[in-house]
């Protein structure tokens, strides 16, 4: 573990994995220290914003050092089910990929509890994690122009839903009708960290 300050309200804390950033982030979402005023996970990182009028920063330092990742990271946190039509375009190249037949995808997909680990690319973009890797893929060789809003894919050991139109390199296995981004929504982001979510075939 490495930590590091960030500008003057923040303290980044370096770690050897994701496994590391979620139990970190658990831990310290169940117990913040005084004066943290949101924790940001990202891949290998956890950041922590501070309020500058209240913050300990060396308190608080020595609070993440000592503090117990927690053994499990989803069971007491909200869960989610997105509907998804599995039409994708390469939801045969997934299967190619994988091994499987295009069924056993979409029936791996939906078998499994998913979690969001962190936020990224775009508002509202989840990175989700499930404990198979059967359906690791990687990205396409040739991103898209243009990837339809709601659209659910796979690259890597993640798999993400668009939350808007843009372009991207993920291969897609369908499409949900939720809308993952809404200002007018509180929260905006349906796919926080911690979310456990379950994908459910619709037709």
């Not at 303290?11 to 005023?37: C, Q």
């Not at 060396?58 to 039409?87: F, G, K, N």
């Not at 190249?93 to 994988?98: G, I, P, S």
Request: aromatic letters at 6%; proline letters at 8%; charged letters at 25%.
């Amino acid at each position: 573990m490495r930590v590091l300050p960030c500008a003057d309200s923040g303290l980044l804390v370096e770690l050897d994995d994701l496994d590391e950033v979620r139990r970190l982030h658990a831990a310290l979402r169940e117990a913040p220290p005084p004066g943290v005023l949101d924790l940001v996970p990202a891949a290998r990182t956890l950041l922590l914003r501070l309020d500058p009028l209240r913050a300990d920063v060396a308190e608080i330092e020595q609070v993440v050092r000592r503090v117990r990742p927690a053994e499990t990271t989803s069971h007491d946190s909200e869960s989610l089910v997105i509907p998804v039509s599995y039409d994708g375009e390469d939801l045969d190249e997934v299967a190619r990929l994988t091994g499987l037949t295009p069924r056993q995808v979409i029936a791996e997909h939906t078998g499994v509890e998913w979690t969001v680990a962190f936020g990224g690319f775009a508002p509202g973009f989840g990175y989700l994690t499930c404990d198979s890797n059967r359906l690791e893929v990687p990205r396409r060789t040739e991103s898209r122009t243009r990837v339809p809003s709601g659209a659910v894919a796979l690259a890597g050991a993640f798999s993400g839903v668009y939350p808007r139109e843009s372009p991207g390199g993920w291969q897609l296995i369908g499409r949900t009708e939720l809308e993952m981004w809404r200002v007018d929504r509180d929260p905006p982001a349906l796919l926080r960290p911690g979310v456990r979510v379950r994908f459910q075939e619709v037709a």
